[in-house]
C-alpha cells in the first residue's frame, strides 16, 4: 500500500488540497469554539443580576434593571393603537357596538359598562375607572390585576384576601400585571402565583409541578384567562374545571351546585356570566392540538445580537405575523390575515345571530311574566335561557373572535341559537295561554343609550355617582390620570 508521501509526490498538487482542508478544518473548528465560548458569554449576561429582586417584588421597574429588553418590550403594551377587523387593543365600547348586551345583561354591573379589554399595563386604571366597581366587591376581584396581589395573599392569606373589601384594598395596589405574576425572581423561571389553577389541577388529579416548560408557556395565563367564579360567602377564586374545561362540562358543574350570577332583570332566569376562557377554548382548537403555547403566538422570540428572548408585548398576534404566524406557516402575510379574517367572519356572523335572539327571549320572557305566567310554566324556559346565554358568552367572553378554535366556536354557538329558539317556542305557548300579545312587540333597542334606558338605568347619575367614589374611596393618583 503506498504512504501519502508517495501519493502526492506523483501529484503534488495533492499536498496543497490536503493543505487548504486542514486550514478549513481548523478554521471551522475555531469558529465553533468561539461561537460556544460567546452563548455562554451572553448567557452569563442574560443571567447576571444587576440587583436583587426580592421574593414578592411587585415594581416592574425593579425587574427590568436586570432585564431591560424584557421590560422594554413590555412597555409596549401602553401602546392601545392597533385594531385588527376585530378589536387588536384599542379602546371600543362593546355596548356602543352590540346594544343587544344591555339587554342580555339586564340586572348585571356589565349592562351599565363593558369596554375592550387594552394593554396589561392598563389593568389596575381601567378596573378602578369603569362603572361596575363603585358597587360593594370583593377582594378577588383584584386576583388578576396586579403584581401587588401575590405579595398581599403572602402577607394576608389567600383566603383573608379574598374575603377582603375591594375598596379597602385599593390603595395596597397600583402595579400592573407584569414579571412577578409568571417568573421566579432568583431563577426567573416560570411558576404559577395565583393559587385558583393549581387548586384546580388538584381537583382533576393533576399535579402542576410537573408541568413542562412549553405547558408552562400557557399555564402563567391561564392563571387569569380562564372562567372562574367566587365561592361560598368568602368569594374563593374557583375555576369550574372539577367536570371537565368544556362548555357543557362547567354548564353541568354550576348546574350541579345551582350556582347563579345574577337574577336577569327581565326574564328572571339565574344567570351565569362567563369571564373570559381564553385557555379553555384554545384547549379545543388546532394549535393546542399540535402543542404551540400562548406565548408562542402572543409573545413570540426575538433577536438582539446574539441574544434570544421572549418579546413581552403581549398582544395581537396580528400585529407581528412575521415573527408569529410565519414561524410556521410559510404563507405571505396577506393570505394569513385573510385566513384568520375568514375564520373569524363566520364566528362573527353567528354570534351576532344569537345575541339578537338572546334580546328577544329575555323581553318575551317579560311579556310571559306581565301575562301572568306561572313558576312552574316558566321553569324549563329560564334553564333554556340560562345555558343559552351561557353558551354564547362562552365564546364572546374569549378573546379572538373565536380564532382560538374556530369550529367549537360556531358549534357552540349554534347550540346556543337552538336553546334560545327552544325556549321562545315555549313562551310563545305560554304568552297565548295566559291571554298576552303574540309576537311580543318590541322595543327599540337599537343603540346603547335606549337599550340602557329600557332596562332602567340612568346613565347620567351613575357617572356622578362613580365620580363621587374616585374623590372618596379611591387612591388620590387614579384621580390623577
Not at 458569554?41 to 434593571?65: C, H, R, T
Not at 373589601?165 to 414579571?179: K, R, S, V, Y
Amino acid at each position: 500500500m503506498k504512504t501519502i508521501k508517495e501519493i502526492t509526490a506523483k501529484r503534488p498538487w495533492l499536498n496543497w488540497v490536503i493543505f487548504i482542508f486542514t486550514v478549513v478544518v481548523v478554521f471551522l473548528i475555531g469558529l465553533f469554539a468561539s461561537t460556544i465560548i460567546e452563548r455562554r458569554s451572553e448567557a452569563q449576561l442574560y443571567f447576571q443580576m444587576v440587583k436583587e429582586i426580592p421574593e414578592w417584588e411587585p415594581d416592574n421597574e425593579v425587574w427590568g434593571e436586570n432585564f431591560p429588553r424584557q421590560f422594554q418590550s413590555y412597555l409596549g403594551t401602553l401602546d392601545t393603537t392597533f385594531q385588527s377587523k376585530y378589536f387588536g387593543s384599542v379602546m371600543i365600547d362593546y355596548l356602543e357596538q352590540y346594544p343587544e348586551l344591555v339587554i342580555m345583561w339586564a340586572g348585571y354591573a356589565f349592562s351599565r359598562d363593558y369596554n375592550q379589554g387594552r394593554g396589561h399595563y392598563y389593568s389596575v386604571v381601567d378596573v378602578h375607572n369603569t362603572l361596575r366597581t363603585d358597587v360593594p366587591q370583593p377582594g378577588t376581584c383584584w386576583t388578576c390585576k396586579s403584581t401587588d396581589v401575590p405579595r398581599l395573599m403572602n402577607e394576608m392569606g389567600v383566603a383573608e384576601f379574598y374575603s377582603a373589601d375591594w375598596a379597602d384594598l385599593g390603595p395596597e395596589i397600583c402595579n400592573p400585571i407584569g414579571c412577578q405574576d409568571c417568573h421566579d425572581p432568583k431563577t426567573m423561571k416560570l411558576r404559577i402565583t395565583r393559587p385558583a389553577l393549581a387548586e384546580a389541577y388538584k381537583r382533576m388529579g393533576k399535579d402542576i409541578n410537573e408541568a413542562t416548560h412549553q405547558e408552562m408557556r400557557s399555564l402563567v395565563c391561564a392563571q387569569c384567562h380562564v372562567e372562574y367564579y367566587f365561592k361560598g360567602d368568602g368569594a374563593y377564586l374557583t375555576f369550574p374545571w372539577d367536570k371537565g374545561l368544556g362548555v357543557e362540562e362547567m354548564e353541568a358543574y354550576f348546574d350541579a351546585i345551582e350556582f347563579t350570577d345574577w337574577t336577569h332583570a327581565l326574564s328572571r332566569a339565574p344567570m351565569l356570566k362567563c369571564q373570559h376562557p381564553d385557555y379553555e377554548l384554545y384547549k379545543t382548537g388546532i394549535h393546542a392540538d399540535r402543542g404551540v403555547a400562548c406565548a408562542d403566538c402572543h409573545m413570540p422570540y426575538k433577536r438582539d445580537g446574539g441574544i434570544k428572548f421572549s418579546y413581552h408585548k403581549m398582544q395581537s398576534p396580528l400585529n407581528n405575523i412575521s415573527a408569529s404566524c410565519q414561524v410556521c406557516h410559510r404563507e405571505s402575510e396577506e393570505k394569513l390575515l385573510a385566513n384568520v379574517y375568514e375564520r373569524q367572519k363566520k364566528v362573527s356572523e353567528l354570534r351576532r345571530i344569537t345575541e339578537k335572539n338572546l334580546a328577544r327571549v329575555h323581553i318575551e320572557a317579560k311579556a310571559a311574566w306581565d301575562a301572568g305566567a306561572t313558576e312552574k310554566a316558566m321553569k324549563p324556559v329560564l334553564t333554556l335561557i340560562r345555558h343559552a346565554q351561557w353558551r354564547w358568552d362562552y365564546v364572546a367572553a374569549a378573546n379572538g373572535m373565536g380564532f382560538h378554535s374556530p369550529a367549537e366556536s360556531l358549534r357552540i354557538l349554534g347550540t346556543s341559537i337552538q336553546k334560545a329558539h327552544e325556549a321562545r317556542v315555549l313562551l310563545a305557548e305560554i304568552i297565548i295561554r295566559a291571554g298576552g300579545v303574540y309576537p311580543v312587540p318590541m322595543p327599540d333597542i337599537s343603540t346603547k343609550e335606549k337599550a340602557q334606558a329600557y332596562i332602567g338605568l340612568d346613565i347620567e347619575a351613575l357617572y356622578l355617582q362613580k365620580e363621587k367614589f374616585k374623590r372618596e374611596v379611591l387612591p388620590t393618583w387614579v384621580n390623577e390620570l
